[in-house]
């Protein structure tokens, strides 16, 4: 069983930053493609940035320019730095990974909150 475990989430002032990361369990080059989303208090889950086992990325239109995703496959680690954070990036945010074969297996962690202050 996979399990993606999410650190770095804090409060941060708005113009700050933080660097997410989320630990597999396993091998992320197993994985064809992982991302970071969020959910904000009333909202529903969001995509914030995702990239492929090739390397391929793409992000929000509200984060690109500002957040960054990338992976260590040699620390089985994903990351996401965010520059410039403002208070409309407070959520929790949440690791996935997903596996697709036959058929798809998406896996979550548990999320890391962060708030930015005004």
């Known amino acids: 069983q996979v399990q993606l475990v999410e650190s770095g989430g804090d409060l941060v002032q708005a113009g700050g930053s933080l660097r997410l990361s989320c630990a597999a369990s396993?091998?992320?080059?197993?994985?064809?493609?992982m991302g970071w989303y969020r959910q904000a208090p009333g909202k529903q889950r969001e995509l914030v940035a995702a990239?492929?086992?090739?390397?391929?990325?793409n992000y929000a239109g509200s984060v690109k320019g500002r957040f960054t995703i990338s992976r260590d496959n040699a620390k089985n680690t994903l990351y996401l730095q965010m520059n410039s954070l403002k208070p409309e990036d407070t959520a929790v945010y949440y690791c996935?990974?997903?596996?697709?074969?036959?058929?798809?297996?998406?896996?979550w962690g548990q999320g890391t909150q962060v708030t930015v202050s005004s």
């Open positions: 990239i492929s086992s090739g390397g391929s990325t």
């Open positions: 996935n990974a997903a596996i697709v074969a036959a058929t798809v297996k998406v896996y």
């Open positions: 396993g091998s992320i080059s197993s994985f064809d493609a």
